[in-house]
């Protein structure tokens, strides 16, 4: 419902109120087509047609279609409260993907941790630390045509800077999203986290659309909760080519390193 068309509707009741003793009937008549509008207009939002979702905080078993690509920017809170030069942690994430995942697809992303343009030596810092990661993709049809992801990825794979200190940690990963009779999407991310070879923490989340292009999702890894909520561009929640999307969410909910991060991601073509 746009704000201007209340706002209209508000404001043609109003007059007609003031006016009354000398409002005709083509005005009400007006006014009556209006409010029968609006009334239908509030009957097709109780059909809801919410078909984006997202787990926000947990790997996915997804890749991108070939030739697609990503750009993003992660802000996030220090749970130490930082400091007056670094108050907030701040990163920068490139991502391609190639192959046909019903075959398999094959997810490559840069990691950029240090994006402060000075760096530890008071040179230029931006990009003096990062990573590489990967991800292998296999999606599967399942009970009723149902498609389910598969992947088996590694992050901090090839580090540089200060990320050569970040422990090299693999997972395995399962997710997929189902749309339900009512057109409201659900999305469900599952897995497992390795480090050293040996598996350590099981993750899972859920994410639930609750408009066109909002969704929200809760996840546990290990034992610290993360919630999200996930916004792409109204109108284009059904779209190959999203122009961008925001998410906002919290990790480590209650624990003394519970951390508020937002990120900002743009899809590109690059075949």
């Given amino acids: ?70 750009v993003a920017g992660f802000a996030a809170t220090l749970p130490d409260g930082g400091t007056e030069a670094t108050p907030f942690d701040a990163s920068a994430l490139v991502g391609i993907s190639l192959g046909d995942a019903d075959e398999i697809a094959l997810g490559i992303n840069l990691g950029i941790i240090s ?43 090839i580090a540089w800077g200060d990320a050569k200190s970040l422990p090299g940690r693999g997972y395995l990963a399962s997710s997929t999203t189902f749309v339900s009779t009512s057109r409201r999407a659900f999305a469900l991310n599952f897995g497992k986290q390795f480090e050293e070879n040996i598996f350590t923490k099981y993750f899972f989340g859920v994410g639930v659309g609750l408009m066109e292009n909002i969704s929200i999702s809760a996840a546990v890894i290990g034992e610290a909760l993360t919630l999200g909520l996930g916004i792409i561009q109204p109108g284009d929640a059904k779209s190959k080519s999203k122009p961008f999307q925001v998410n906002i969410g919290m990790s480590s909910v209650g624990k003394d390193n519970e951390r508020f991060i937002v990120s900002i991601s743009k899809p ?4």
């Fill in 1 to 70: 419902m746009q704000v201007s068309h209340i706002s209209k509707i508000l404001v043609r009741i109003l007059l007609t109120i003031t006016t009354i003793s000398s409002a005709n009937a083509s005005e009400f008549k007006e006014l009556e087509r209006e409010l029968a509008a609006f009334y239908n207009q509030l009957s097709d939002r109780d059909q809801v047609i919410a078909e984006y979702a997202s787990v926000f905080g947990i790997p996915s078993g997804a890749v991108g279609s070939h030739g697609s690509g990503y």
């Fill in 115 to 157: 994006v402060n343009p000075i760096g530890n030596k008071q040179s230029f810092g931006f990009g003096e630390d990062g990573n590489l990661n990967f991800k292998l993709s296999k999606r599967i049809d399942t009970y009723r045509q149902q498609k389910f992801d598969l992947a088996v990825g590694l992050n901090n794979f």
């Fill in 268 to 271: 590109f073509k690059w075949d």
